[in-house]
């Protein structure tokens, strides 16, 4: 069974930044279009960033110029680079790969 596993979660204060990375068993390549969403306590599962064909990117207008994803095939890995957190970006942060599913997410806490 293919599998997920994200990593780079963690405590931050305000302003700092982590990179979040999600690792896959398998060839990520040709699998379209790879997405970040996170679930912050009380609230639904929601589409932070993704990339599609072409390595097109779309962001949630919150974290447009803050957040950055991208992906490196050769290493099966999707990242999520995070900078200028806020409090409001505290979150539990999930990557979703078609053909793959969810992976099992990773908490992201940013104190003010």
């Known amino acids: 069974q293919v599998q997920l596993v994200e990593s780079g979660g963690g405590l931050v204060q305000a302003g700092g930044s982590l990179r979040l990375a999600c690792t896959a068993s398998r060839s990520i390549f040709g699998l379209n279009p790879v997405g970040w969403y996170r679930q912050a306590p009380g609230k639904e599962r929601g589409l932070v960033a993704r990339i599609g064909d072409g390595d097109t990117t779309t962001y949630v207008d919150s974290v447009k110029g803050r957040f950055t994803i991208s992906r490196d095939n050769a290493k099966n890995t999707v990242y999520l680079q995070m900078n200028n957190l806020k409090p409001e970006d505290t979150a539990v942060y999930y990557c979703?790969?078609?053909?793959?599913?969810w992976g099992q997410g990773t908490q992201v806490t940013v104190s003010s």
């Open positions: 979703k790969l078609p053909m793959i599913g």
